[in-house]
């Protein structure tokens, strides 16, 4: 019963270069999340999205940061034009999407890529 | 708007001692709350949610939490640490309907044997 699949574990880019980080929810699981850690901080929302739909993406940046959960497929996170600053743990989750918010159903978290900017 | 913080971003205690790591929260509406812990190089586990059953709500490995709406508070209690409790605690905030869960900075728990 595989959980919640993210690939790379850990990714290395040069600044401008682009990075995808992709996200298989668990079986079963229609709603897909990501969050980002910086070094010695808690996770920060950044989106959340149903199958080829974006529900709620008010904690992403406003420039080079994208994201998609297509009909098949993993979700997929795209950073552009990568920055020092991109430096850190994306962590995806995901929930069944049905029967209400997250009270009723808790996220189950993938073990994060780690992006590293040279 | 919610908020979460958690005071004290580092706990050492020894082995069979209290463990007492302390959350605040802020919200506007009822809230869900929750501890999720991390080990090294991993994802979160959820340890244990409140979602206005009991306010006392017990969770795995031992621990439990208490809710206090006079106090805004989600407290994350083990009565006897053991060495495999290091990691990093994370209490979070959502609304009933929300899907987004706001996190607090976190807490890593070093046990002394």
């Known amino acids: 019963n595989a959980g919640v699949m993210q690939n790379p574990r850990h990714l290395v880019r040069r600044r401008g270069q682009e990075a995808r980080l992709r996200c298989s929810p668990m079986?079963?699981?229609?709603?897909v999340y990501w969050y980002r850690q910086l070094p010695e901080e808690g996770l920060k929302f950044m989106v959340y999205?149903?199958?080829?739909?974006?529900?709620?993406e008010s904690g992403m940046p406003k420039e080079r940061f994208s994201a998609e959960f297509p009909k098949e497929g993993p979700s997929i996170l795209r950073i552009q034009q990568v920055v020092r600053g991109d430096s850190a743990a994306y962590f995806c989750?995901?929930?069944?999407?049905?029967?209400?918010?997250?009270?009723?159903?808790?996220?189950?978290f993938g073990d994060g890529t780690r992006l590293s900017i040279l | 708007a919610q908020s979460v913080t958690q005071l004290g971003s580092h706990v050492s205690v020894s082995e069979g001692a209290l463990v007492l790591l302390r959350c605040n929260y802020s919200?506007?509406?009822?809230?869900?709350l929750f501890w999720y812990v991390q080990y090294p190089n991993q994802g979160l586990q959820l340890l244990l949610k409140?979602?206005?059953?009991?306010?006392l709500v017990k969770g795995i490995n031992g621990f439990e939490a208490e809710f206090k709406k006079s106090e805004t508070s989600f407290h994350l209690t083990k009565p006897s640490a053991h060495m495999s409790d290091a990691a990093e605690y994370f209490c979070?905030?959502?609304?009933?309907?929300?899907?987004?869960?706001?996190f607090g900075g976190g807490t890593r728990v070093l046990v002394k044997p």
């Open positions: 989750a995901s929930s069944p999407g049905t029967g209400g918010g997250v009270g009723n159903q808790p996220q189950h």
């Open positions: 079986k079963g699981h229609s709603h």
């Open positions: 999205l149903q199958k080829e739909n974006i529900i709620d």
């Open positions: 919200s506007s509406v009822p809230p869900y």
């Open positions: 409140y979602t206005s059953a009991a306010t």
């Open positions: 979070a905030v959502s609304s009933a309907a929300g899907n987004k869960l706001t």
